[in-house]
């Protein structure tokens, strides 16, 4: 016969092991849960972004569309539109816009076309996702609809105007409509002569301090904070189209919140 006090001992191990199935049973179960949300794949929203994160950058491609680009400037164009297809610039989750603006640009202001770069399927798990699924996905819904785009990009004639500083007023919208954490990117393809009845490159020094004093000035501003900048220069006017104007819109792009990274003359 046992003492009390031996079978007191015994009934307080049997609960202490209860309590110990218990959590062990709670632990493998919140574990079990924990490791299927965390696996599975964060599935595509309408524009290819991740439904649960958003998109994790925002890269913007602006062809200025106010003058015909030679051979060698569309050759140039459309290897960048192949490089932007194979992740060089809008990487996997992050969200493409492209915009093509002329001397009309109220007329579209919207990109024609919008998605997130989905992956190649390359870095999906053969074990909670199907990387030949998210393959063909990111072929047919964003490699191939950029692609067919390259044709849009070249204009038969020149414009009469180019206004640039309403074309990134335009972008910069788009940037503040999704205002991602992640990088914001622009990539512009323009000859950066800014041409419109009430202010032209053509005829004003590119002088942004000048451009400063200007009573309308307030009119020409654009937010582009934390935005970096990739100019493609397309080289029509060279004698104007000097270090005086890359400076310009360097300032200008400072300005702004943004910074001018690079800056790549397209001859022809």
Partial sequence: MRSP????????????????????????????????TLSQPDAPDSLLC???TGPK??????????????????????????DIAKGRYAREGELLSVFVLGEDFRST???IFERCNPGDGSSRSKLTENPELWKQKHEAEFVKPLMALEPQMRATQAGQ??????????????????????????ILVSDMLHNTPA??????????????????????????????????????TPQLQTRRLSRFWEDYFRDMGGRLQRIDPLPG
């Fill in 5 to 36: 006090i031996a079978e007191q001992g015994r009934r307080t191990r049997q609960k202490w092991v209860l309590a110990l199935l218990i959590t062990a049973v709670t632990l493998g179960f919140v574990g079990m849960v924990a490791w299927k």
């Fill in 50 to 52: 991740p439904a649960r």
């Fill in 57 to 82: 950058g925002h890269v913007i491609l602006l062809v200025d569309r106010t003058d015909p680009l030679s051979f060698t400037q569309s050759r140039a164009v459309n290897q960048l539109v192949e």
């Fill in 109 to 111: 202001p919207d990109p």
């Fill in 161 to 186: 105007w180019s206004p640039i500083f309403e074309m990134l007023q335009v972008v910069s919208l788009r940037f503040a409509k999704y205002d991602v954490r992640g990088r914001k990117y622009l």
């Fill in 199 to 236: 202010y032209s490159l053509y005829k004003e020094p590119p002088e942004f301090a000048v451009l400063q004093t200007r009573p309308d000035f307030a009119k020409l501003r654009s937010k582009l904070e934390a935005v970096d900048v990739e100019l493609l220069l397309l080289m029509h």
